[in-house]
């Protein structure tokens, strides 16, 4: 086999590595895919790091042990994610994007693939170290957000359904309520789903009161499952509306009121901003 020069192996263990996010490799991997001792992939794995480093692409990082090797993490630093946050937070201000009713349009950005995984990335990048072993969601305008933030942790997504379908076989079923008007919902999960034990983090794309988040908290405790966190892309603050759930760490908060003539003051978290 021809010798693979060092550009070549660094371009193919890049996209190796990035497409396959918090995924472990091992260095024996490397070695047998170019033909090539250790000593020279640790040399290539560290060159890649630094380049890493040095743009804000995300980290490298080397896993020891008997099942060590090195995986890609798409941090995303703090000051890219809040001018990126910032430039969004414009785009979502504009009155048109009001609706009848005072209802903030955001499905363009939730079908945008690019915006979305940024978005995603910067939400998963607080919770790495918490490992979790899910991500969390219940549908529909949701999946898309969660999806992202599920492939920046490199876990799986788990949806919850609105009303159960059979082909999931049996399912744990609850009520909640969701709304500061006190209307009853119900939320479905396939046994099969999850495991006790496991850990998981909730994701939704809006939220008013916190009344789905604290449902789907209520089905994790159902499945014996340690919820690591709670992530939303857009958070409506109001002071007449009951927070039913306050530990929610969002990308964009909603402050007052929405009206078609002055649209919605919206701006980045305050955990972006610190």
Known sequence: MEKIKRNVRVAAMAKLLTESPNHIFTLSQFCTLFDTAKSTISEDIDLLRSVFEDFGLGQIETVTGAAGGVKFLPVVPM???????????????????????????????????????????????????????????????????????????????????????????????????????????????????????????????????GGTVRGMMELMREFDVTCVGVGVMVQRRRSDTPQFCNDIRSLFVVEGEIDEKNGATVTPAEWLTK
Do not use: W
Not at 146 to 152: D, G, I, P, R, T
Not at 166 to 184: D, K, P, W
């Open 79 to 209: 000051d890219k994610a809040l001018s990126f946050v910032k430039e969004t937070c414009v785009d979502l201000s504009d009155p048109g994007r009001v609706l009848p009713g005072n209802f903030l349009y955001i499905q363009d950005i939730l079908s945008q693939p690019d915006k979305l995984e940024t978005l995603g990335a910067i939400m998963a990048t607080p919770y790495f170290n918490e490992n979790p072993d899910f991500v969390l969601t219940v549908e529909t305008k949701g999946i898309p957000f969660a999806l992202m933030v599920a492939k920046a942790l490199g876990v799986p997504l788990v949806i919850a359904r609105r009303n159960h379908k059979s082909f999931e076989g049996s399912v744990v079923t609850i009520n909640y309520i969701s709304g500061a008007g006190g209307e009853m919902k119900t939320m479905s999960l396939a046994k099969r789903a999850v495991k006790a034990g496991q850990r998981a983090l909730i994701i939704d794309d809006f939220t008013k009161d």
